[in-house]
């Protein structure tokens, strides 16, 4: 019998070995986050999942999806060319990456770079996403748990030549409250073919349990001192690549068919996990 997504999560994470952790309350974490990868990237596809057992470090650069689609008219799509937003995204290669579809066009629009968590929805389309985070029993590794549910959609992931995400999520950090945000990065990705592949299926939701390095997360805090740290994690079909206010960045979008795979990519955010720094030792908040 299919369990309730909301109900299924909480027994998977116990399964996993981890208890659900309380939801924390989103006016308790202020500023705009940037939203970082937890490892980077394989250059085979198929390597990703021997990647993800090894010990994965959090990025020191801001991240983001890539864009959806949006379906045009052959005169919108005219229209849209002639226009000073599609003159500017000439650079881009849209028109050649999003070719005529039918008798509509394909053009990219990007997935906006949220300015806080209440941008970004718990569900979307029914897929909703879990997370947990914990000391592991090495003190050098953190646990992360992450559950992907959903309700009538199957749910697919972009995976690219040469550059496909280890893990198709990204994090926010926020300390004592506040916001982690880092400096934008030197921008320089080579990629390659874009496809899709299954990911979770209704009633058969996917479970990721990785290692994380402990000292990546250290690096983020300002201090060795006492702090408690909050951390959300973000789910798009899309892959994510480094982002820096302003930049466009090609994007194919398209599957090894030649078509585009999905016009609204799906996004959806965790709940808020928590963990707390002692100054010499991570602790779930539960702990005493």
Same mark, same amino acid.
């Given at each position: ?23 924390? *309350? ?23 999942? *021997? ?6 470090? #959090?990025?020191?650069? =801001? ?15 005219? $229209? ?18 999003? =070719? ?22 718990? *569900? ?44 198709? #999520?990204?994090? $926010? ?10 400096? =934008? ?10 496809? +899709? ?24 805090l300002p201090d060795k001192g006492p702090h408690t740290v909050s951390i959300v994690a973000a789910f798009s079909s899309r ?21 585009? +795979? *999905? #016009? ?25």
């Amino acid at each position: 019998m299919k369990l309730p997504s909301l109900i299924a999560v909480p027994l998977l994470l116990a399964a996993a070995g981890c208890s659900p952790q309380p939801s924390l *309350d989103l006016s308790d974490l202020r500023g705009r986050p940037s939203w970082l990868a937890l490892g980077r990237e394989v250059y085979q596809e198929r390597d990703d999942l *021997d990647a993800e057992k090894t010990l994965l470090a #959090f990025q020191p650069e =801001p991240r983001w999806f890539d864009h959806g689609h949006r379906l045009m008219t052959k005169a919108q799509y005219d $229209a849209f060319r002639a226009s000073p937003q599609g003159r500017s995204a000439e650079g881009t290669k849209w028109e050649a990456a999003s =070719p005529q579809t039918g008798e509509k066009h394909a053009v990219p629009t990007p997935q906006p770079y949220p300015k806080s968590l209440s941008d970004l929805p718990l *569900d979307d389309r029914g897929v909703r996403l879990s997370l947990a985070i914990e000391p592991d029993k090495d003190p050098r590794q953190l646990r992360v748990r992450l559950i992907l549910t959903s309700e009538a959609l199957s749910v697919h992931r972009e995976v690219e030549h040469r550059r496909t995400n280890i893990l198709p #999520f990204l994090f $926010a950090v926020y300390v004592d409250g506040k916001a982690v945000a880092v400096d =934008p990065a030197t921008i320089a990705e080579m990629g390659g073919l874009a496809e +899709y592949v299954d990911l979770a299926r209704p009633g058969a939701p996917r479970v990721w349990s990785v290692a994380a390095d402990a000292s990546s997360l250290l690096a983020l805090l300002p201090d060795k001192g006492p702090h408690t740290v909050s951390i959300v994690a973000a789910f798009s079909s899309r892959q994510h690549r480094t982002y820096a206010e302003g930049w466009q960045y090609a994007s194919k979008g398209m599957t090894t068919s030649g078509q585009p +795979y *999905d #016009f609204q990519p799906l996004l959806v955010r965790s709940h808020p996990a928590g963990l707390r720094w002692t100054g010499t030792a991570w602790q779930t908040p539960r702990t005493p």
